[in-house]
């Protein structure tokens, strides 16, 4: 009979136990990074002397996949002597820590990289993955009794002979499972090892649990500060907008003034002098300004769309003849592929009249030399949908001004305000489509796609 004043190994193993116990539930509640966790997670179960276990993995559910992924493995080779933290009048209060250079080697380690290389299928095929990720039970072999299971096989890979995997479990939902075993020594492991690890894994599994959930709440919390911060910038440019508006309609009147009376002059000045050259570049200044303003009151303006019924090759032909003195001035050529039978959709088509003439002015001040326009109409493949590719060869846009072209106010122009795509772009939106813009071999592409009328909507 043991002496009552003498411990015995048992009685020193629990102690132990129940200390680590205790110092891994203080240390879950000093931590919400999950990376740190999962190492303290592992390394406690792998270090001391003698450790509890040779080899700790750890793997975690992905309920969209159904497969179990590898994160982390941790042997005697990789695990470190865990930091103690507090605890000098009560080893009960004392913590863990460990440090980033051990969470980097172990991370490096090739352990590591084999654990986070699996992939196990969750199945009920495999008497594993059935007890531990399905059931929520400990599962506890001497040998893998399940030969030509795919899942089992992992393990075998790993050298894992006599082994037990646990179910990291919040309330009553798998998050995933730790693997242990002793590899080197090829001991086998106890009763009372398996109840230890049952107990550290309920206290794993919620810790993880609620370091996913913090790890979401800073998420949506990072979310939803960024939200408000792009709605108050959105109302800042609102207001800003509002006063552009604002600014630009009082401004056209003294404007119309300015421009009426140095049309006056330029009439009665003498063409050989001065003045008629100053009254000349005030016409045409104005004129200039004229057009700005009428862009912004345009693109500042909340759109109203006139729904009706439109033909689109009768669109573009207006079009075609609205350009008949640029394409002349411009010595372009003009190809259009209109198709036989009418395209037919709901629009207004002013508006997309407005689109399609900005989109062929512009290709021919693009061909300063002369060139030609190609305009081709084609159907999608389930008839919904009509795709204008308008191109040129005008050489192309730089790359690197490809996501500015429908900025607002963005222009390459002398003598552009940086209005005109931005407001076709609205247009083309506005009735439920799209303008992209690509470079082509010999310049731009603008392809401008719309939703024709269907049938049931005739």
Not at 36 to 43: A, G, N, R, V
Not at 292 to 298: K, V
């Amino acid at each position: 009979m043991d002496d009552p004043g003498i411990p015995n190994k048992a009685t020193d193993k629990k102690l132990t136990e129940l200390v680590l116990l205790y110092q891994f539930s203080n240390t879950l509640l000093s931590t919400i990074r999950l990376n740190k966790l999962t190492h303290l997670i592992l390394t406690a179960l792998t270090s001391g002397t003698p450790p509890l276990f040779e080899r700790a993995m750890l793997f975690l559910l992905n309920e969209k996949s159904g497969v179990l992924q590898g994160m982390l493995g941790v042997t005697l080779s990789s695990a470190a002597d865990l930091v103690v933290v507090g605890g000098e009048e009560n080893p009960l209060l004392s913590r863990w820590d460990i440090s980033d250079e051990v969470i980097s080697r172990q991370r490096e380690a090739e352990i590591c990289s084999n654990i986070k290389a699996m992939r196990i299928e969750v199945t009920a095929d495999c008497p594993v993955i059935r007890q531990v990720v399905m059931e929520n039970r400990l599962y506890h072999s001497d040998k893998v009794d399940c030969i030509e299971c795919p899942s089992c096989a992992s393990f075998r890979k790993l050298g894992a002979t006599s082994f037990a995997a646990v179910p990291l479990l919040s309330r009553e939902k798998s998050l995933g499972m730790v693997v242990v075993d002793n590899p080197n020594s090829g001991n086998k492991l106890s009763m009372d090892d398996l109840h230890f690890l049952q107990l550290f894994a309920s206290q794993a599994g919620m810790a993880i649990e609620n370091s996913m959930l913090y790890n979401r709440i800073e998420e949506a919390h990072s979310n939803l500060r960024d939200a408000r911060e792009r709605l108050l910038h959105g109302e800042r440019l609102a207001a800003i907008g509002e006063m552009a508006a604002n600014m630009a309609h009082e401004l056209k009147n003294p404007l119309i003034t300015i421009g009426g009376f140095s049309s006056r002059l330029l009439k009665v000045l003498p063409p050989e002098g001065r003045e008629h050259r100053y009254a000349e570049t005030i016409v045409r200044e104005v004129s200039r300004l004229e057009k700005m303003l009428s862009d912004i009151l345009a693109y500042s303006r909340k759109p109203t769309i006139c729904y009706n019924l439109c033909e689109l090759r009768e669109i573009l032909k207006e079009c075609f003849d609205g350009c008949t003195t640029a394409l002349e001035d411009y010595n372009v050529q003009l190809s259009a592929s209109l198709g036989n039978h009418p395209w037919l959709l709901l629009g207004d088509a002013h508006q997309l009249k407005q689109v399609f003439l900005n989109l062929l002015l512009n290709a021919c001040e693009a061909m300063t030399d002369g060139g030609t326009i190609t305009i081709a109409l084609e159907e999608s493949l389930d008839k919904d949908l009509v795709t204008i590719s308008i191109s040129d060869t005008g050489g192309g846009i730089p790359v690197d001004m490809l996501s500015k072209i429908f900025a607002p106010f963005f222009t390459t122009k002398p003598n552009g305000t940086g209005l005109g795509l931005a407001i076709a772009n609205r247009i083309v939106i506005n009735h439920s489509g799209t303008l992209q813009v690509t470079n082509g071999a010999r310049g731009a592409i603008f392809t401008v796609t719309l939703p024709l009328l269907q049938p049931e909507q005739s």
